[in-house]
């Protein structure tokens, strides 16, 4: 017999963990680790400033901003990224994109996988209950100081 799972953070944080143990998986063999992930899917979008990166890795992994600064050193090393020459902002390289493009090729197949068989209005519900959960977290971090 089997039980219906409760939505709560252990249940949403088991999925998030197992997913990331897959995508991490799929990422080492290109050098590139978690937190570097976010910022080379950021700045497919286009150049991006420092600032605009800090504050968006920061608010979605939850990191400090000497962690950011350490990743966007790293993918610079790398040469993964570079800075503009006429402003702070940091671009994707040649070899940036290319590893960027393994990382969607990666996340798009790990998805099909995982999500294959689920009900898109299951699925649908189950993004807007924790998209209210994000929300509704981020509001309580932000009113309390840390």
């Known amino acids: 017999m089997s039980t219906v799972p409760t939505l709560n953070g252990q249940v949403i944080g088991q999925a998030h963990y197992a997913t990331r ?7 080492a063999p290109l050098g590139v680790e978690f937190n570097q992930v976010l910022a080379l899917n950021v700045l497919a979008k286009g150049p991006a400033e420092r600032a ?14 000497q962690e ?43 998805s099909a996988r ?21 929300q509704r977290a981020n509001a309580e971090l932000a009113a309390t100081p840390t």
Do not use: C, F, M, W
């Not at 143990?21 to 990422?27: D, G, K, N, V, Y």
């Not at 605009?52 to 901003?65: C, F, G, N, Q, Y």
């Not at 994707?92 to 996340?107: E, K, S």
């Open 21 to 27: 143990a897959l995508l991490e998986r799929a990422t």
């Open 114 to 134: 995982l999500y294959a068989d689920i009900p898109t209005d299951e699925a649908s519900a189950a993004a807007r209950a924790l998209t209210v959960v994000t």
């Open 52 to 65: 605009h990166l800090t504050h968006r890795i920061t608010s979605t992994l939850k990191v400090d901003e």
């Open 68 to 110: 950011v600064q350490r990743v966007l050193a790293t993918l610079v090393d790398a040469n993964l990224a570079q800075a503009d020459d006429d402003a702070p902002r940091l671009r994707l390289t040649d070899a940036g994109h290319a590893v960027q493009a393994r990382i969607a090729d990666a996340v798009a197949d790990i």
